[in-house]
Nanobody
Framework: QVQLVESGGGSVQAGGSLRLSCKAS???????MGWFRQAPGKEREGVAA???????IYSDSVKGRFTISQGNAKNSLYLQMNSLKFEDTAMYYC?????????????????WGQGIQVTVSS
C-alpha cells in the first residue's frame, strides 16, 4: 500500500497555471501513477497517468494544457496545469495502481490521496 498526499491546489483565474504535487510514502517504480478529478455532481474522471517507463496518457479535455511527470526517485508525482479553464474546477486526486499499463480508469488504481481543491474563476 502507498500513502499519497497532494499539495499545490488553490484558486486561479482562467488562463492561469497551477502545479500539483503528490508525495508518496515510498517509491512507486512498479506502479502506474495518475491524476484524477471530480467536480460536484459528477463522476471521478481520469486526467493524466504515467508508468515507470515514462509513458503518459491524457484525457482529451486536458491534452496540450496539462503535463504529468515524476520525480527522479519515483516517490513524487506532478501535474503542471496551464491555460486553466473554468471547467477544470474540481477536487484533484493522486492515485497509484499496481499495473505497468498506463490508463485512466479508476479501477486500475488501489491507493488514493485525500484530494486537493482546484478552483478556476472565469
Amino acid at each position: 500500500q502507498v500513502q499519497l498526499v497532494e499539495s499545490g491546489g488553490g484558486s486561479v483565474q482562467a488562463g492561469g497555471s497551477l502545479r500539483l504535487s503528490c508525495k508518496a510514502s515510498r517509491h512507486t517504480n512498479n506502479y502506474c501513477m495518475g491524476w484524477f478529478r471530480q467536480a460536484p455532481g459528477k463522476e471521478r474522471e481520469g486526467v493524466a497517468a504515467i508508468n515507470n517507463h515514462g509513458s503518459t496518457i491524457y484525457s482529451d479535455s486536458v491534452k496540450g494544457r496539462f503535463t504529468i511527470s515524476q520525480g527522479n526517485a519515483k516517490n513524487s508525482l506532478y501535474l503542471q496545469m496551464n491555460s486553466l479553464k473554468f471547467e477544470d474546477t474540481a477536487m484533484y486526486y493522486c492515485a497509484a495502481g499496481p499495473s505497468l499499463t498506463v490508463g485512466l480508469f479508476t479501477w486500475r488504481y488501489n491507493d488514493w490521496g485525500q484530494g486537493i481543491q482546484v478552483t478556476v474563476s472565469s
